[in-house]
């Protein structure tokens, strides 16, 4: 008896239909593995065995894909139950966790965080940047701009560790260099944490200031 012929992988009728998470899902498989830059809609097709015309149906072009991939790995944001510490506190682990999240996705982050558009006001990650600075009785007219400066500070800091440019940048000169003279070695994970500690210290001491100086104005 002849053996029935498979059709070709991407053309066969899906098992499971095609949704917009599952589609946002596979792809996030793939930047993870790969990088932005490697996805295509092609490729994407193949992973989720699946006729490349379908997914169009769902999204209607790469940008429009990452937007929602960006979109849900944001979802996953999620902040403790923080009401009853200090603002500061809820501010540093805020921060934590989402250095956190970008390490688990730093292919997708380090592409998202050179968009304007990558925080968006629904986002978890915003609101609870928001609600943080509202518990620290920052006047409501000054959330937004400083929201915003706390923004440009974490995701630069991120964008310059998840590209490698932080661990660098240690080894430049005054950097002590090895016994036959080869240059520094970039610094252990431990380090870089120290360092991103560094850098919270100096964004709440900044903001404690701010806040002062906000609360004293007629």
């Given at each position: 008896m002849e053996k029935q012929r498979k059709a070709p992988r991407g053309t066969r009728k899906r098992d499971v239909p095609l949704t917009q998470d599952g589609i946002y899902a596979m792809a996030l498989k793939l930047i993870d593995a790969d990088g932005v830059e490697a996805l295509t809609m092609r490729k994407l097709a193949t992973a989720l065995d699946?006729?490349?015309m379908s997914l169009y149906h769902h999204v209607p072009n790469k940008e429009a894909l990452l937007h929602g991939v960006a979109a849900l790995v944001g979802s996953h944001f999620r902040e403790g139950k923080r009401e009853d510490m200090p603002w500061q506190g809820r501010m540093r682990q805020l921060a934590l966790d989402f250095r956190a999240l970008a390490h688990r996705h730093p292919k997708l982050m380090e592409y998202s965080f050179a968009r304007a558009d990558y925080v968006q006001p629904e986002d978890p990650f915003w609101r609870g940047l928001t609600d943080t600075l509202a518990a620290a009785e920052l006047p409501a007219s000054a959330i937004p701009r400083v929201a915003a400066s706390l923004c440009a500070v974490f995701t630069g800091l991120l964008l310059s560790e998840l590209t490698g440019a932080l661990q660098r940048w240690t080894t430049l000169p005054p950097a002590p260099s090895g016994p036959d003279g080869e240059?520094?070695?970039?610094?252990?994970?431990?380090?870089?944490?120290?360092?991103?500690?560094?850098a919270l210290d100096a964004t709440i001491a900044g903001l404690e200031s701010q806040i002062a100086r906000t609360r004293k104005e007629p």
């Open positions: 699946a006729n490349p240059a520094a070695s970039p610094p252990a994970k431990e380090v870089v944490d120290t360092m991103f500690d560094y």
